[in-house]
């Protein structure tokens, strides 16, 4: 893998690699793109990936190696501290918190100490705390070389850092937001970049869709309209009745979000009806938000904050002005290449308007040309049955080389497939209660020591609350995790450090979670990972590749499912001497005829539908001492029955 990947830097080529669990693919782009040379940009799934990267596997490399290259981290500007926010914050004290004093205390003393700002770097006050969202800037909230702390800005000197050295680390979100919005420094950076390295890659598709599509929320507005009324009456009191000014836009924004009162709604914009009050609301709301604008930009002279808010309301005024649709009209807007659907989401206290384009492969395709560089795409999970077209054709890589590298794991010896009989349709009112009932006598064969991964919120909830029930009445004592019940990462800690514990989570849990050795022995998938019929980016994309002839269902929706179980399937087997059963609840895996090219799809386990062979496995002693060789992946056209083990191999190249 590291030899194919030198190939495609050295040729300036575009390479799509998928390698196993266990095949050490983060050290087969490391090595060459340190011994290469030139700007490297790596960009990965998420910040604490980001975080492992350049705190521990580019150290490791680089001190292997000995090669003298420098390396930078760069974060969105949400993740530094911002000198300017800070010291307005500790002017104002509007908190609402006793807790939240602290936290800004703690801050305060941060910044004087730390040189980069970084608020990972200051374990005290959660990542998460809401104290940081008044104490570091957005794009529309920044001053920039206006500012007087320009010079000691984290943010710049996190740039200016990143631009100076040879190896830059970001995660999928900067790298997007950049090419959409052209604020988070690796504009800059790309220039000079000869290779560009995406370390899970299937994540992709669905992060540029994020930012290449446009969305305006009624929490938007009104965060606007707080903040003008703010900086109205600081720097301008006498300059407009300022309550007056923003009272008719909140108004305005609070109505539009009851014109649905429902607590939770996604509609397509054809989906409204042309009768309901949301279309006169919203026009309402752009009439509302149009006349305060003018009032911002009377007074804007009169502080840099008033000319920010100014800036933000024409910002806002130009999304809303663009979602604007045909009233029952089911037809996308735009054409080509940048046709969108729009839609709506509300939530108890906002709407979301959302314009999201049906494809993103014209759009990063177009960011893809100019300067010749290289390109790769790596991840555990980009192909289907060894076919990388899905994959592909959502990111406009079509005709570029596609490789895979097996797993090194014996599958057949370390784990086992096990879909249980007699189990109901997905869609039985009482299918969560059938999954737990087939779940537990695995748990209990395990000792705890399982993730319980749903398709949905609901079905964690209420497979915690059966699993709560069950674990009293029988006596057990696994410690029962359930997601909601406290934040991602020390559910995992305590999920490890318990060592007979049972998880329950949603598809948070279902990618980026490494549990090694016997703490994990048990996955359980309640349903195949199909993406709800009702969404309505979905129903657009189905409906726009019916009409060119293709099958939605085959060519879009089940490639998507079986990438999404492959990452939930490689939850399991982590290294060399893990074993485990993986359990999956959906019967559509042995009753539909696309069962076969899932299950082909996942690693080569052992597969079974009966229960004793399950308790015999965990009966049986380990007796894998060494590392195995290669295991062999399942070729694509073989006709094999679920319980026969699989064999032969195939690769793609």
């Not at 005709?399 to 370390?414: I, K, N, T």
Request: hydrophobic share 40%.
């Amino acid at each position: 893998m590291a030899r194919a990947i030198a190939h495609a830097i050295t040729q300036a080529s575009t390479l799509i690699a998928e390698a196993g669990t266990g095949t050490g693919k983060t050290f087969a782009y490391l090595v060459p793109a340190l011994l290469w040379g030139g700007k490297t940009i790596i960009s990965t799934g998420t910040k604490n990936l980001q975080d492992q990267l350049y705190l521990r596997d580019i150290p490791t490399v680089r001190k292997a190696l000995n090669v003298p290259v420098t390396v930078a981290l760069l974060k969105g500007r949400a993740n530094y501290a911002c000198h300017f926010h800070l010291e307005r914050t500790l002017e104002n004290g509007r908190l609402t918190s006793r807790e939240d004093v602290g936290y800004l205390r703690e801050i305060a003393r941060f910044v004087k100490t730390t040189s980069s700002g970084d608020k990972a770097e200051l374990a005290r006050v959660p990542e998460n705390a809401l104290i940081w969202n008044l104490v570091t800037s957005t794009r529309e909230s920044c001053l920039g070389a206006e500012c007087h702390y320009y010079q000691d800005c984290f943010v710049m000197k996190a740039r200016k850092e990143a631009q100076q050295a040879d190896v830059v680390v970001v995660n999928h979100h900067l790298f997007f937001a950049d090419v959409a919005l052209k604020d988070t420094g690796v504009a800059e950076l790309l220039p000079s970049a000869n290779t560009v390295i995406f370390d899970e890659a299937h994540q992709l598709p669905d992060t540029a869709t994020l930012f290449f599509g446009e969305t305006v929320s009624t929490s938007h507005i009104l965060e606007l309209c707080r903040d003008a009324l703010a900086e109205g009456l600081l720097h301008a009191r006498d300059g407009a009745d300022w309550p007056k000014v923003v009272a008719p836009v909140e108004r305005a924004a609070r109505d539009l979000r009851l014109t649905f009162p429902q607590d939770s709604v996604r509609l397509a914009a054809h989906q409204i009806a042309p009768s309901s009050p949301f279309f006169p609301a919203l026009d309402l709301l752009k009439k509302e938000l149009d006349g305060m604008m003018a009032i911002l930009s009377a007074q804007a002279q009169r502080g840099e904050t008033i000319e920010l808010c100014r800036a933000r309301a024409a910002a806002l005024g130009a999304q809303l002005a663009n979602w604007n649709p045909d009233p029952g009209s089911s037809k996308t807007t735009g054409e080509g290449d940048n046709e969108r659907v729009q839609w709506i989401e509300a939530y108890a206290s906002s709407l979301q308007l959302h314009q999201t384009p049906l494809s993103v492969a014209p759009i990063f395709s177009k960011q893809r040309e100019g300067a010749s560089r290289a390109w790769i795409f790596t991840s555990a999970t980009l192909a289907v049955k060894n076919d990388f077209q899905h994959y592909a054709a959502q990111m406009g890589l079509s005709g570029e080389l596609a490789r895979s590298w097996p797993s090194p794991f014996d599958y057949e010896q370390q784990a086992l497939l096990y879909v249980p009989k007699d189990m109901p349709q997905p869609n039985s009112p009482q299918y969560t209660d059938e999954v737990v009932d087939a779940a537990l006598p695995v748990i209990m064969a395990a000792g705890g020591r399982a993730f319980l991964l749903c398709t949905t919120l609901r079905a964690v909830k209420k497979a915690g609350e059966r699993l709560r029930e069950e674990f009293d009445k029988r006596k057990l004592t696994y410690p029962l995790l359930v997601q909601g019940d406290a934040g991602r990462t020390e559910l995992l800690d305590r999920f490890r450090a318990a060592g007979n514990a049972v998880l329950v989570g949603s598809q948070s849990f279902w990618e980026g979670v490494d549990v090694r050795g016997e703490a994990l022995s048990v996955v359980v998938i309640d349903k195949l990972p199909f993406a709800p019929p009702d969404d309505p980016v979905l129903a657009a994309r189905i409906a726009a590749m019916e009409s060119r002839g293709l099958n939605g269902f085959m060519h879009h929706q089940l490639p998507e499912a079986i990438i999404a179980l492959k990452q939930g399937a490689g939850r399991l087997i982590r290294d060399y001497k893990d074993r485990g059963v993986l359990m999956i609840c959906d019967p559509r895996l042995v009753s539909k005829p696309y069962g076969r090219r899932i299950w082909q799809s996942l690693p080569p386990f052992r597969r079974t539908r009966e229960l004793p062979t399950v308790i015999e496995f965990f009966a049986a002693p380990a007796g894998l001492d060494a590392p195995p060789d290669a295991a062999p992946v399942p070729g694509p056209d073989q006709e094999q029955d679920l319980t026969a083990p699989v064999e032969g191999a195939s690769a793609v190249g």
